[in-house]
């Protein structure tokens, strides 16, 4: 049993294995035990649990039926017991349909016996798939209502996958298939849509939206590619993968009410998409609350949580003074520490644990840096909070210019050429670097050296 792209483009994998001997074991015993029925054709009904919803080929059936005419029924069909008195053909549609059309062109009558096996529901279901399988290969939207099936029955996607030698994850994915509009699944299975798009109509979970969303992309396109459906259901969403959505998390924003869009077809394990305006928030709110701890713990006179780091141009280049980070003064025990760091750094071979020291290099650097500021300094300046390519990014120092409109201009001209203004991480990872050992470790990044950046930290190097 395979899924296939229903126009025929590619084919979809399916994490198909064989079915587990166990599970083959069961199935045939049972049906082993089944003793054998004579059922008048009267009485025999297409099962609503038979998984095959797409109908047969008009010749394949007419062949059979002349085959059974000839030489009659070879194959007993597997039955489970309906009410009223009627069975239910789960396995064995084709050859139903081969001796209805023997009925309707009145070469057998009615009570035509039909040999049967009878089996449980549960099994009923598995049955079907079984020989769909081994048979004509399933429609995706057999396979769909066949899981849906046995999921209703109780089946977890573990159960459902060991039964029929499907991965986990299939199954949990033709699952989702399984909650689409009707109306989505019915153009599925007339081969109006394939698999492909109604795994991306699934990332919407509402049926009316799922329909609303694909008249919109047939409407605007002339082809209603997956990737257009996706674009329009997540327009207005952010990646969980994207840099803002990992500097909250996803505990922090589910916390907040936040849900995420599961992509369970998706090549990456917990994809999805997310909220952007609660990510936004939450964002703001995480850097308000670091600049504001810093404030209160350093004593600093304000603080700001903002979205970019401040810039040595247009507003903020007018409205803010970036004092010059002073100097670090080490403790003896802080620069014993420091030269044993450097010497194990110089000394590593990958770029792994070159990066773990750096850490602990800038966190000693970062703290005797902390500590120079003077209470002078703290009570006229604030403390800014802001992301730097998605990471915290703290800048201490900072002073509001103060001008009255008539020194405006005047003002900014004096200051412009002052204005120190360091963007960085809190650590920085680049001071505490020695230029012979940055050259070391980026032997062809001599593109660097002229870089602003290089010139700006250039005199803390020896």
């Given amino acids: 049993m395979s899924v296939t792209e229903s126009k025929a483009k590619t084919s979809v994998k399916t994490s198909k294995k064989n079915v587990k001997p166990a599970e083959a074991a069961a199935l045939k015993e049972a049906l082993e035990a089944a003793q054998i029925e004579l059922v008048p054709l009267s009485a025999l009904i297409k099962s609503p649990l038979n998984v095959r ?10 062949e059979l039926a002349e085959s059974i005419e000839t030489i009659g029924l070879i194959q007993n069909l597997v039955v489970h017991t309906l009410p009223e008195g009627m069975s239910g053909v789960a396995a064995g549609g084709r050859r139903l349909a081969a001796l209805q059309l023997l009925l309707t062109e009145n070469r057998i009558d009615a009570g035509y016996q039909v040999i049967v096996k009878r089996v449980s529901d549960e099994l009923a279901v598995v049955a079907s798939m079984v020989e769909n399988n081994q048979r004509v290969a399933m429609h995706p939207a057999e396979q769909i209502a066949g899981f849906r099936k046995l999921s209703e029955q109780g089946k977890s996607p573990a159960q459902i996958g060991d039964q029929l030698g499907y991965g986990s994850r299939h199954v949990q994915r033709m699952l989702k298939l399984a909650h689409l509009a009707p109306e989505i699944l019915e153009l599925l299975a007339n081969n109006t849509l394939d ?24 409407a605007a396109y002339s082809t209603v590619s997956a990737h257009l459906i996706k674009r329009v259901i997540t327009e207005t969403e952010i990646s969980v993968t994207h840099p803002r959505f990992v500097f909250i998390g996803r505990e922090t924003y589910e916390a907040a009410g936040g849900v995420v869009r599961e992509d369970l077809f998706s090549q990456e394990e917990n994809d999805g998409t997310a909220d952007r305006v609660l990510v936004d928030r939450l964002v703001m709110e995480k850097l308000e609350t670091a600049a504001l701890a810093i404030e209160l713990n350093e004593d600093w006179s304000w603080s700001i949580g903002r979205e970019n780091p401040l810039q040595n141009y247009g507003e903020d280049r007018e409205n803010y003074l970036l004092l010059p980070v002073p100097e670090p003064q080490y403790t003896p025990d802080e ?36 500590r120079q500021w003077t209470d002078e300094q703290k009570a006229s300046c604030g403390v800014v909070a802001c992301l730097h390519n998605g990471e915290l990014c703290i800048l201490r120092g900072i002073q509001k210019k103060v001008k009255t409109p008539g020194e405006a201009d005047a003002a900014t001209q004096a200051t412009s050429r002052d204005l120190h203004v360091i963007d960085r991480k809190e650590p920085d990872a680049a001071e505490g670097i020695s230029l012979p050992l940055l050259k070391k470790c980026l032997p062809n990044a001599h593109w660097l050296f002229r870089l602003p950046w290089y010139n700006s930290h250039r005199k803390q190097w020896p």
């Fill in 335 to 370: 620069q014993q520490r420091l030269d044993e760091l450097y010497a194990t750094q110089a000394a590593t071979e990958t770029y792994e644990d070159e990066a773990a020291i750096q850490v602990l290099i800038d966190e000693i650097e970062s703290q005797a840096a902390h």
């Fill in 195 to 218: 698999v492909e798009q109604c795994q991306a109509l699934s990332l919407e979970s509402d049926q009316a939206r799922q329909v609303q969303v694909y008249e919109q992309v047939k």
């Fill in 53 to 62: 919803t797409i109908p047969y080929p008009v010749e394949s059936v007419r």
